[in-house]
């Protein structure tokens, strides 16, 4: 195990620590054009309560990193509604587990006026010994009225991007990744790597 992934880490992997299958495809994808290999490692680590994705995601970063002796990625993402006073944001997944997509249309059943959302990514990338970086993202865009599309995960078969017309569900990763919160964090991240 441990010379396999030291063989990993010396041919520029990325390691990146999740449970989400959707999230490490969308990476995966993002970095294939600069030679960076992703591979996904499932350690758990706490998602703590907090006004913001930056320090829930700075404190996940630092708690893998007293465990995990490679260069690593994490993610942290939320939807912010406007008409629910930015509910379910940075417990985003917890309410998708609890209520889905259904819970959140029965929540705005009463707001036709006001469907305006906002989706939210931080990516934080840490080096052993070293302090995490944050890139941030967000995605302008509405609430539909029904669940549309097959494709991506959590609660994308009901958010329409601004100026497009099909929800993230109805996007193929390559077209959502163009225009995604996390697209867009993860390709600061990435001008970080061209950069270095």
Known sequence: MYRRAAKEQSNKTLYFITSNKGKAKEAKEK????????????????EIQADTLEEVAFF?????????????????????????????GVYSAYVYYKIGCSGILRLLQNFDDNRYATFKSIYAYCEPNKKPIIFSGECLGTISKKEIGN????????????DVSKTFAQMKTEEKNKISHRGKSIDKLKDFFKNL
């Open 151 to 162: 494709f991506g995960f959590g609660f994308d078969p009901i958010f329409i991007p601004k």
């Open 60 to 88: 996940g970063a630092e708690y893998v990193q007293k465990k995990f002796n490679f260069p690593f990625i994490l993610e942290d993402a939320g939807l912010f509604i406007d008409a629910l006073n930015g509910f379910p």
């Open 31 to 46: 970095f294939s054009d600069i030679k960076i290999n992703i591979i996904q490692r499932d350690i758990g680590y706490p």
